[in-house]
C-alpha cells in the first residue's frame, strides 16, 4: 500500500510564474491536508478538503492560492504569480475520515523555490 | 479553539541523555494526541499517539502519557542517540479531523 505521494518534490519558479503541486492520498483515504514550512519554522495549516469538498480554508491565503480534490485525480495546491516568500516545503496528509481523531499520515513534501 | 503549546527548543544534549520535550493543550472535548517526527529533509512520521487520558504511547524508546488533569502530553526518552535528532512536533486531533501541531522542538544528540 503505497502512502502519501506529491510531486514534484522540488520545483523552482521565477517571480510572477504559477507552481502546482500535486497530492495522492493514501489508497481508501478520502480527507486530504495542505501544510506550509517556512524555513526554521513549524508547521502552518492551510487547507483541509475532502473528495469535491474544501472543509476547512481558514489557513489559506486569501489571494493567489487555492485548492481543489477533485471527484478523479490527485489533490492539486495552486499558487499564482509567486513571490519569493512563497518559497517553503508544502506538505500533504491525509486520514480515511473517520470520526475521533485519527492519524494523518504525511507525505515527504514539495520543496518550492522562488528565484 | 484547540491548540497545543510545546517547548520550542532549540534542544541540544548529549548521546545517551535524558530528554523532555514538554506538550500541553488547550480542548473542548476529548482528543486524540499524538507526537510526530521530521528528519532532515523529510516529511511528518508519526511517532506515537495517545487516545484517551491516562493511556501511555511508546515506540523506539520514547514514551508520553496522556494527562487529562496537567492537559499534558510531555515526550520523553531515557537515553538519547544521536540517530534521533531531527525536529518533533506534538499534534492535536479532534473529532472533526482537525489536527493541530505545535511549533516543533528542534533536537540535536552530540556523540
Known amino acids: 500500500n503505497a502512502g502519501v505521494m506529491q510531486n514534484p518534490r522540488h520545483l523552482v519558479r521565477r517571480r510572477g510564474q504559477e507552481a502546482r503541486l500535486r497530492c495522492s492520498p493514501m489508497?481508501?483515504?478520502?480527507?486530504v491536508y495542505w501544510y506550509r514550512q517556512l524555513p526554521e519554522e513549524g508547521l502552518k495549516f492551510m487547507v483541509y478538503?475532502?473528495?469535491?469538498?474544501?472543509?476547512?480554508e481558514s489557513g489559506m491565503p486569501k489571494e493567489r492560492f487555492s485548492a481543489e480534490f477533485p471527484k478523479e485525480g490527485p489533490s492539486i495546491l495552486r499558487i499564482q504569480q509567486v513571490v519569493r516568500g512563497d518559497s517553503a516545503a508544502y506538505f500533504c496528509?491525509?486520514?480515511?475520515?473517520?470520526?475521533?481523531?485519527?492519524?494523518?499520515?504525511f507525505g515527504p513534501g514539495t520543496r518550492l523555490t522562488v528565484l | 479553539g484547540d491548540s497545543v503549546t510545546q517547548m520550542e527548543g532549540p534542544v541540544t544534549l548529549s548521546e545517551e541523555a535524558f530528554l523532555t520535550i514538554n506538550c500541553t493543550y488547550t480542548a473542548t472535548g476529548y482528543p486524540s494526541l499524538f507526537w510526530y517526527v521530521q528528519y532532515p529533509g523529510e516529511g511528518l512520521q508519526l511517532l506515537l499517539k495517545?487516545?484517551?487520558?491516562?493511556d501511555k504511547g511508546s515506540n523506539k524508546g520514547f514514551e508520553a502519557t496522556y494527562r487529562k488533569e496537567t492537559t499534558s502530553f510531555h515526550l520523553e526518552k531515557g537515553s538519547v542517540q544521536v540517530s534521533d535528532s531531527a525536529v518533533y512536533f506534538c499534534a492535536l486531533g479532534s473529532n472533526n479531523n482537525d489536527m493541530r501541531f505545535g511549533a516543533g522542538t528542534r533536537l540535536t544528540v552530540k556523540p
Open positions: 496528509a491525509s486520514s480515511p475520515g473517520l470520526a475521533g481523531g485519527q492519524e494523518q499520515f
Open positions: 478538503l475532502q473528495k469535491e469538498n474544501i472543509i476547512d
Open positions: 495517545a487516545t484517551k487520558a491516562d
Open positions: 489508497k481508501g483515504h478520502s480527507h
